[in-house]
């Protein structure tokens, strides 16, 4: 009882110290409206501006920034281009080599964005580009190292994934705080000086409340991570690295802790999409599907053009909220610095947003067991707990996993094809009941990403406090659903690299809010209007995903149902009698 208080709090921590790393590093970069008015005021690039005489004439008084304004959002572009950009080769780091050498990577890039920005000045204004880029990509590995930690809570996962999500949302008000402190007296390179020194927090974090693995989904018994680990826990990966006589006639346990070999470049041989590593039957896609047919599968592709038009106008608003509020407030900068302000607290309420949509995940999971399965509710499930049955396996029985609170080592008792009772049957349903639920989340995100963007193309001030609610609602919407939604539709061993890819494809189109950005400030002379109503057009494009994936469950449905009617009826044998189920 004592060592399941102990596990309890321990998850607990590992729950809430993930949340306060997400809140207050990960994704700062998006707090970029902030930074900039402090980075201005610094006169970073403010040799790009020119006199008001040589400009053309646009009737404002004092020099002509739009080239400075136009290099800032650069580095804001480049630096979100590689936040996505490089979560692929990143995730594949985490899915090959394991949680704690990628938290080690993340913390070295953090570390050493915020040690460039504390020492850049206004001479040496070109710092930011790298800078921007390793602030990103530390960010990005941080919260991919921690949507993991849903899978320690069962029914609640999609909730704490979203939940995440929020957090690197709320995030971006770090940069609010920075400009509050600068204004009160306190220097840029002493607040970025603090943000070096609390890697001292990451590293803590890694090794005494992170696995060095990954953490299953779900869970085998006793589960135990972190410094003061022992056994599965330890090095834990895969169902077959924890038994690897699977297949071959034994089973002995081997004890991963006990086998220094098993590491490093033994870990990608192990045979990933069998058993666990989360993905087991029932969750999302087969557990045997490759990573090509993920990548090359009608959902992916939908799902990727969801995420890909409403990025971009999330990115193309935080890049140009800036010179759109100086246009919409006629430079008045203390307006402008107030818009500002309200902005970046909005962007707090990311973390309380986000976990409505994993509510709207895991909505079909109440009532169940704490690992969300459905577990023990057949009267097979009851009829394999009589203490009548013998209590060891047969010779060459499979070892794991646990069902209904038996080994699955009793499954020879039944007719069944594979070690499977008949609450593990009943992953086909659950996962296509997961799957479901993610119809209503991806087509709730896409409307208020529609609504953000009309909100957003209303040239009055005062509406944009309204445009900003709606954008945070619609961000904290985006970014939990698209990482709950790979980790429901496609197998978990997969869920670093194709979460990488997706970032990372989108990015390429997120590129086109810098020819948007010139389009604005050029042509169509500081009038987002013509480009926001384009936007609104192409987001429109992003309802066919909730469509497909409807389809893909009435598939599925249509397939369960089949072979229900094919299958043969399933026995069991006990003291030689044998009785239908």
Not at 157 to 176: E, K, M, P
Not at 280 to 308: D, Y
Not at 366 to 373: L, T
Not at 518 to 536: Q, R, W
């Given at each position: ?372 399965s459905a577990k023990g509710n057949h009267p097979v499930c009851h ?44 992953g086909g349903s659950d996962s296509l009941a997961d799957l479901r ?30 445009t900003f609610i709606l954008q945070v609602l619609s961000r904290s ?105």
């Amino acid at each position: 009882m004592e060592k399941q208080g102990a596990r309890l709090a321990k998850r607990l921590g590992t729950l809430l110290s993930g949340l306060l790393e997400c809140m207050c590093f990960a994704g700062v970069i998006f707090g970029w409206a902030s930074l900039v008015y402090v980075l201005k005021d610094m006169h970073y690039f403010e040799e790009l501006c020119v006199p008001a005489a040589n400009g053309t004439g646009n009737g404002t008084q004092g020099p002509d920034c739009r080239a400075q304004d136009e290099q800032l959002s650069l580095v804001f572009t480049i630096g979100s281009f590689m936040n996505n950009f490089m979560t692929f080769p990143t995730g594949y780091i985490f899915d090959r080599f394991g949680t704690m050498p990628a938290r080690l990577l993340a913390i070295s890039f953090y570390t050493g964005g915020t040690l460039l920005i504390a020492f850049s000045t206004a001479a040496t204004a070109l710092i930011l580009f790298p800078a921007m880029c390793l602030l990103s990509i530390g960010g990005i590995l941080l919260i991919l190292t921690n949507m993991q930690v849903g899978n320690l809570f069962g029914k609640h996962r999609s909730t704490i994934i979203t939940l995440y999500n929020g957090a690197f949302d709320s995030s971006s008000a770090v940069f609010l705080v920075v400009k509050l402190l600068y204004e009160q007296g306190l220097t840029l390179r002493a607040t970025f000086l603090f943000l070096s020194a609390c890697s001292a927090w990451h590293l803590t974090r890694t090794f005494c409340l992170m696995p060095r693995w990954h953490i299953p989904y779900p869970l085998p018994p006793g589960y135990a991570y972190g410094l003061r680990c022992r056994r599965q826990g330890c090095s834990y990966r895969t169902h077959e690295e924890q038994w690897p006589g699977l297949g071959d006639g034994t089973h002995e346990p081997s004890d991963p802790c006990s086998e220094p070999g098993l590491r490093g470049a033994d870990a990608g041989k192990a045979p990933m999409g069998k058993g666990e590593s989360g993905a087991g039957p029932g969750h999302g896609e087969p557990p045997g599907m490759s990573f090509r047919a993920c990548v090359f599968s009608k959902l992916f592709f939908w799902h990727l053009m969801w995420l890909s038009v409403m990025q971009l106008r999330h990115y193309l608003f935080i890049g140009t909220l800036n010179p759109t509020l100086e246009h919409l407030a006629a430079r008045d900068t203390a307006l402008v610095s107030t818009y500002t302000n309200a902005f970046a607290f909005t962007q707090l309420c990311g973390v309380l947003c986000a976990p409505w949509n994993g509510l709207i995940l895991d909505r079909h999971k109440r009532g169940r067991s704490k690992d969300g399965s459905a577990k023990g509710n057949h009267p097979v499930c009851h009829q394999l707990l009589d203490p009548a049955l013998p209590a060891a396996a047969p010779a060459g029985a499979h070892p794991g996993p646990w069902c209904c609170e038996l080994p699955c080592s009793s499954a020879p008792y039944l007719s069944l094809p594979s070690c499977q009772c008949l609450s593990c049957l009943s992953g086909g349903s659950d996962s296509l009941a997961d799957l479901r639920s993610c119809v209503l989340s991806l087509a709730v995100t896409v409307l208020q990403c529609v609504a953000f963007s009309v909100c957003a193309s209303v040239p009055v001030l005062p509406v944009q406090y309204a445009t900003f609610i709606l954008q945070v609602l619609s961000r904290s919407f985006l970014y939990g659903g698209n990482a709950a939604f790979l980790a429901i539709a496609f197998p978990l061993e997969h869920f670093g690299k194709l979460y990488g890819l997706v970032m990372g494809l989108s990015a390429m189109v997120s590129l086109l809010q810098y020819p948007c950005f010139a389009l604005i400030k050029g042509p169509l002379s500081d009038d987002p209007f013509y480009v926001n109503i384009g936007l609104i057009i192409v987001i429109l494009l992003a309802f066919v995903s909730p469509l497909v994936v409807l389809r893909e469950c009435q598939r599925r449905e249509s397939e369960q149902e089949k072979q229900h009617v094919d299958s043969p009826s399933l026995t069991l044998t006990k003291a030689g009698v044998e009785s239908s189920i």
